[in-house]
């Protein structure tokens, strides 16, 4: 099959989040797996500025949307196996971030329709357009709008990935024809309509071919009111068509053993240098060089939905429990201003560090002994997949992807992979997190298998990668 990968953002080109992740290592995996693979991106200023001179400019073509006659232009690149194309218009694209501007529906708008738009350039169709979060979602629309014209575009399939259900793409009624292009019919019947606004995410679901979360679990809890942000019965509409599959990790970047961030390599076959590892973040985070103290780590956006309430809420409870406690990360305010308040309450025990910095985030997954995420909600999650990988046992509660990857610890049979709570409670969060101390306190030797067993689980896209070429030959399969 030939697949084309449409996302707003891909790692190494750019990233703000763990979508990035996903669009920079699915695709090669697909590649690996015998499907012709190409990713499509929109061409950030940052990319240009840092891959331009890689790229091969392939020409151009102009986009109507709308009112508007957009230029639109075409490069490529090769890597991987994989083609990343990369779509430019400067009015659009030539901004310092990637999101967080007025016309950002106009901006993801022109996206979506100039991936239908520049598919004659492409030399191949594909069979399946896979399209990621609200921004692509208009994809599967504009398939369906300028398929009654185009009878190629009607046998192309699509897919749609959701990664966080919350961000849906709303805008106002009167973007439907004045920005997109699109008309009335699709309000009136409802397709792109959800609380009077126009709703990306819900046109996706309804008109994709297939609909996929990023893990078993989100797949069942986002047909449910607690966890659909709104959309929980368009959902269960559509079940027939909706899958779970849980992410993977890059294993070759994700690896102790050849990390240039770390300070001394380690492996499931030779552990002795996690413990350097653990001297380092101590030192660098100006936290006690103690070896015997249990380092919990947590590298997360610090924002409710990620649990900041349950680790504030039991922070003391924590400290009597006689850990450290290393934080990597930025976000709200008032969740920034609590864990710098608690390192200044506690010298030496909890140190934070405001920002995102990538070697310093894999030197606490490095030097950690437990990891903690303790989300509300979590589609997949990838974070705790890559602690295991580094030897940093996980405590999590059960929900979404965190379910599915983290398996509670049983201490009379000794399997399991991590700890685990479910009620989204501070006490329950400190149960878990004491359970974990306690082992690593009272059985040093099963707590070093316990770490052995999670550094060499399969996180892999092998698995995974194969489970959405099922997905797209089922779909090709049902082409007319
Ligand atoms: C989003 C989700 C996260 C998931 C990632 C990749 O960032 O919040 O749970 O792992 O997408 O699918």
């Known amino acids: 099959v030939k697949i084309l990968y449409a996302a707003s953002e891909a790692a190494p080109f ?5 979508l990035a992740d996903v669009a920079g290592s699915l695709p090669p995996a697909l590649a690996r797996g015998g499907a012709e693979t190409a990713v499509i991106l929109p061409l950030y200023q940052s990319v240009r ?8 400019y392939l020409g151009y073509t102009y986009i109507d949307l ?6 639109c232009g075409l490069f490529q690149m090769k890597k991987d196996g994989v083609t990343w194309y990369f779509l430019d218009n400067e009015q659009y694209f030539k901004r310092p971030e990637l999101y967080g501007y007025y016309d950002d529906g106009e901006r993801f708008g022109f996206f979506s329709r100039a991936v239908v738009g520049i598919l004659p ?29 185009d009878l190629r575009l009607r046998n192309i399939r699509t897919v749609l990935s959701i990664h966080n259900i919350e961000y849906q793409g709303r805008f106002g009624r009167e973007t439907l024809e004045d920005l997109f292009g ?16 126009v709703n990306l995410l819900k046109g996706a679901i309804l008109c994709a071919d297939a609909v996929n979360a990023v893990s078993p679990t989100y797949a ?21 068509k909706l899958t779970g599959i849980l992410n993977g990790i890059d294993t070759r970047r994700y690896d102790p053993a050849a990390d240039p961030d770390l300070e001394e390599p380690f492996s499931a076959q030779n552990l002795s240098g996690k413990a350097g590892d653990k001297r380092a973040v101590q030192q660098r985070l100006g936290l006690e060089e103690i070896s015997e103290v249990p380092l919990i780590g947590m590298v997360s956006r610090l924002v409710g939905h990620k649990g900041m309430d349950l680790v504030r809420a039991a922070l003391d409870e924590l400290m ?26 506690c010298p030496g025990r909890v140190a934070v560090s405001v920002g995102y910095d990538e070697k310093l985030a894999m030197a606490v997954y490095a030097g950690a002994d437990l990891y903690l995420m303790p989300s509300l909600s979590e589609p997949c999650g990838l974070s705790q997949m890559i602690a295991m990988r580094y030897g940093a046992v996980p405590v999590v509660r059960e929900t979404g992807g965190l379910k599915d990857s983290v398996l509670p610890y049983d ?21 878990a997190v004491s359970e974990a101390v306690g082992l690593y306190r009272s059985d040093p030797e099963a707590y070093r298998a316990l770490q052995l067993h999670d550094m060499q689980e399969d996180f892999s896209w092998s698995s995974s990668a194969a489970c959405y070429l099922n997905l797209y030959e089922k779909i090709v399969g049902m082409r007319l």
Request: proline share 4%; glycine share 12%.
């Open 14 to 18: 750019c990233k703000t989040g763990g």
């Open 49 to 56: 500025e840092k891959f331009g001179d890689q790229m091969e």
């Open 66 to 71: 709308a009112w508007r006659h957009a230029y």
């Open 121 to 149: 350039m492409l030399g191949t169709s594909p069979d399946v357009i896979h399209c990621n979060d609200w921004q692509t979602s208009l994809i599967p629309i504009y398939l369906r709008d300028l398929g009654m014209l």
């Open 182 to 197: 699109l008309n009335r019919g699709w309000a009136d019947d409802g397709t792109l309509m959800m609380d009077g606004d």
């Open 220 to 240: 069942r809890q986002i047909q449910t009111p607690q966890y659909a942000h709104g959309l929980d019965s368009v959902m269960r509409m559509c079940g027939g």
């Open 320 to 345: 009597k429990l006689d850990v450290q406690l290393a934080v990597v990360g930025k976000g709200d305010p008032q969740y920034e201003a609590f864990f710098q308040d608690a390192a200044a309450r």
């Open 411 to 431: 201490a009379e049979t000794r399997s399991g992979s991590g700890f685990t709570f479910r009620a989204y409670d501070p006490g329950a969060m400190a149960n």
